[in-house]
């Protein structure tokens, strides 16, 4: 089945606002010269305003890089799917290995994040990975089945339509170290197969599928030919136009 390429840029705790704005408008005019490709932008949350007003009307998606899972209330520094909505966001990064492995986050955590941004018509990047230890030790079947069951807990069919799948093994995120194309294949083949036995054959084929972890121009085509693979979530390549761009127009390369 043809799945449309999905690449979205995880800006992290990059940009101040004005550097967010400069960022977006080099992007815009070579990407809507791009067919067939969707693609995202997940400034910091200050920014995002600003980089909703430089991208509405372009192909450019807004993506936030996490929400709280209450819509509002005493809960000092977070920030809500309704303030997100508010803001222009089409999507919402959740589950992030830098959100589990620095703040604690937990699978039911991500869980109740998930149904969060979907009450408001979020669409959720649901992400999932294993550590190095946990490859070393043969247990990334087991971390990603427990990752997918935990944060989808009482997700129908119809609401997983609204979530992309990004593998992002922990040990290759900002450390230069790439699963090569076969061990992301095998990976995401794993995780259609799950979304086939949790949901339907049908679901799993329409779900998209992103690879994380230290994305680059040279190494874009190889994963994107791979059967299961239909996008990248990008970290430090997507902070400059030039990287970001090549990434996008991966088919021209």
């Not at 899972?69 to 830098?98: D, F, P, Q, R």
């Not at 941004?117 to 990047?125: T, V, Y």
Request: aromatic content about 8%; glycine content about 10%.
């Amino acid at each position: 089945m043809r799945r449309l390429p999905f690449i979205a840029g995880n800006w992290k705790m990059n940009k101040t606002v004005g550097e967010a704005v400069d960022l977006v408008r080099q992007l815009k005019g070579s990407i809507s010269e791009v067919r067939e490709v969707e693609v995202a932008v997940a400034p910091p949350f200050t920014a995002l305003y600003a980089v909703f007003k430089e991208v509405e009307g372009s192909p450019i998606r807004l993506a936030a890089q996490n929400l709280f899972y209450e819509e509002k209330g005493a809960y000092t520094g977070e920030v809500s799917s309704l303030m997100l909505k508010a803001v222009g966001c089409h999507y919402v990064i959740i589950g992030h290995s830098e959100r589990r492995q620095l703040f604690g986050e937990t699978d039911e955590m991500v869980n109740r994040r998930i149904k969060a941004a979907l009450g408001q018509g979020l669409k959720s990047i649901f992400c999932m990975g294993e550590t190095l230890k946990e490859r070393e030790e043969g247990k990334t079947f087991s971390v990603i089945e427990r990752q997918m069951e935990g944060g989808l807990k009482n997700l129908g069919e119809k609401e997983f339509k609204n979530i992309v799948i990004a593998y992002e093994p922990v040990w290759a995120i900002g450390t230069g170290k790439t699963a090569t194309p076969q061990q992301a294949e095998e990976v995401h083949r794993f995780i259609r197969e799950r979304v086939a036995k949790l949901y339907s054959r049908e679901t799993a084929e329409e779900v998209r599928i992103q690879y994380g972890g230290s994305v680059t121009p040279e190494n874009i085509k190889g994963l994107m030919v791979q059967e299961d693979i239909d996008g990248a979530l990008v970290g430090g390549a997507s902070l400059k136009a030039e990287t970001f761009l090549k990434i996008v127009r991966f088919k021209e390369m």
